[in-house]
């Protein structure tokens, strides 16, 4: 039985069918699973980058979980200042999932020229201020360095730069309002180090960053008073989870907001790239699968006499069945491997040489961002193979049916 099995697979062994009826039909097949595994690579990588993307730009500016005074509006000034003595800082002992906890302040002002002026809000930060998006960002210049004592030095975003006509290492004269009399206002002189451009303009166009300690002079608030800490989470899916056990362990004083909640509808429009992603994976295996059934079907009308014969040698039907299921699943390896090829290729062009360009007004980045991760690479060829050949058991049932007698007989 073991050599009638090698001679039929042999019979209809990829390389012996190229010239047959089913050749084309074959060809069709593989490309189909092949285009289809390259459409799932491509949503898959493009819409969990641009969340990646979106959701890093809006943590860079507030945090992952803002932690601030019951009464403040979370309009982004600071209004009423939290002790930093607080039992979670400099680091949350009680809860996981947390990568770093940094103390802010802001404060709303305008900058003034000789011929322009500018609304902004100046963020105050420390030395424990995490800088990492920001270096990414960094177009021109350095990042502030505020781990000394009090100075002037400001990063200010190049669209405002641009709007203003400041350089690096100009003087940024900034107006605050006295709280006490709004009449008056007080004036300090910034000095210009360095310019970013995070592609986010509602962000790019209101916020500059200067040291925590003007915030605090400018609002006649002690040392150790702050506007409000911000919280980064290890892994954004927890936000949720986590924004609610902090919540649960800061003062009754305390409240706290998740970027999620704060930043809803743009969130909202980025969960939507799931639901896109999921029915273009559903569309394309279902593509894929209904091309292999078909392939199959022609392959097994088109051997249906060395079936008979093999049923007529004592063969059953499931041993039969898998001559065929095997070398179907051979084609579908052989798709997925081009088609891996293909659409791996053109992720990694795109991610290093950024060929597709987006509307930064649209998407609030420049070009198609990509996230490559091995885990779901495999995971989506394995659950193609999987399905796939899962459905290659309804074609083959109709071997069942065949005669022995008939089988040898049809032409």
């Known amino acids: 039985m073991n050599f009638e099995f090698f001679i039929a697979r042999r019979i209809i062994a990829a390389k012996d069918y190229k010239s047959s009826i089913s050749a084309p039909i074959i060809k069709i097949a593989i490309t189909a699973i092949a285009l289809g595994i390259i459409?799932?690579?491509?949503?898959?990588?493009?819409?969990?980058?641009?969340?990646?993307?979106?959701?890093?730009?809006?943590?860079?500016?507030?945090g992952d979980i803002i932690i601030s005074n019951q009464d403040t509006n979370f309009s982004g000034e600071s209004q009423i200042p939290i002790s930093i003595h607080q039992d979670f800082y400099p680091t949350f002992k009680t809860i996981d999932g947390i990568a770093h906890i940094q103390a802010t302040a802001s404060k709303g002002g305008v900058i003034r020229t000789a011929?322009?002026?500018?609304?902004?809000?100046?963020?105050?930060?420390?030395?424990?201020?995490?800088?990492?998006?920001?270096?990414?960002?960094?177009?021109e210049g350095r990042l502030p360095d505020f781990t000394g004592?009090?100075?002037?030095?400001?990063?200010?975003?190049?669209?405002?730069?641009?709007?203003?006509?400041l350089a690096v290492g100009d003087k940024m004269p900034t107006y605050f309002l006295n709280d006490q009399d709004a009449s008056k206002s007080r004036p300090i002189g910034f000095t210009i180090v360095g310019l970013y451009n995070s592609g986010f303009q509602q962000f790019d166009e209101q916020f500059a960053l200067a040291d925590i300690k003007q915030i605090?002079?400018?609002?006649?608030?002690?040392?150790?008073?702050?506007?409000?800490?911000?919280?980064?989470?290890?892994?954004?899916?927890?936000?949720?989870?986590?924004?609610?056990?902090?919540?649960?362990?800061?003062?009754?004083?305390?409240?706290?907001?998740?970027?999620?909640?704060?930043?809803?509808?743009?969130?909202?429009?980025?969960?939507?790239?799931?639901?896109?992603?999921?029915?273009?994976?559903?569309?394309?295996?279902?593509?894929?699968?209904i091309n292999m059934i078909t392939a199959l079907l022609v392959l097994i009308l088109e051997r249906t006499q060395m079936i008979g014969i093999l049923k007529a040698m004592g063969s059953d039907d499931w041993s039969v069945r898998k001559i065929f299921i095997y070398n179907a699943m051979y084609l579908?390896?052989?798709?997925?491997?081009?088609?891996?090829?293909?659409?791996?290729?053109?992720?990694?062009?795109?991610?290093y040489f950024?060929?597709?360009?987006?509307?930064?007004?649209?998407?609030?980045?420049?070009?198609?961002?990509?996230?490559?991760?091995?885990?779901?690479?495999?995971?989506?060829?394995?659950?193609?193979?999987?399905?796939?050949?899962?459905?290659?058991?309804?074609?083959?049932?109709?071997?069942?049916?065949?005669?022995?007698?008939?089988?040898?007989?049809?032409?």
Not at 355 to 370: F, G, N, R, W
Request: charged content about 20%; some cysteine; aromatic content about 12%.
């Open 216 to 289: 605090q002079r400018i609002n006649k608030w002690d040392s150790d008073q702050i506007g409000n800490f911000e919280v980064f989470v290890e892994d954004f899916k927890d936000i949720t989870r986590v924004n609610n056990l902090i919540y649960d362990e800061t003062p009754s004083t305390l409240d706290t907001l998740s970027i999620r909640d704060k930043f809803a509808s743009i969130f909202e429009w980025t969960d939507l790239f799931d639901f896109n992603t999921y029915l273009i994976i559903g569309i394309m295996i279902l593509v894929a699968g």
């Open 115 to 139: 011929t322009d002026f500018e609304g902004v809000v100046v963020k105050g930060v420390g030395a424990d201020y995490n800088w990492q998006y920001f270096q990414e960002y960094l177009v």
């Open 354 to 411: 950024k060929v597709i360009k987006l509307p930064q007004e649209t998407y609030y980045v420049t070009e198609a961002p990509i996230y490559l991760d091995a885990s779901y690479v495999i995971l989506l060829n394995v659950g193609t193979f999987v399905l796939c050949a899962l459905m290659l058991l309804i074609p083959t049932y109709i071997i069942s049916k065949i005669s022995p007698v008939k089988a040898i007989r049809f032409d």
């Open 332 to 351: 579908i390896g052989v798709g997925l491997f081009w088609g891996n090829v293909i659409g791996l290729g053109l992720l990694l062009i795109q991610k």
């Open 149 to 165: 004592s009090i100075n002037d030095e400001v990063l200010l975003s190049s669209y405002l730069a641009t709007r203003l006509h």
């Open 39 to 62: 459409m799932m690579l491509v949503s898959i990588a493009t819409s969990l980058g641009l969340q990646r993307k979106i959701q890093e730009k809006i943590s860079a500016f507030n």
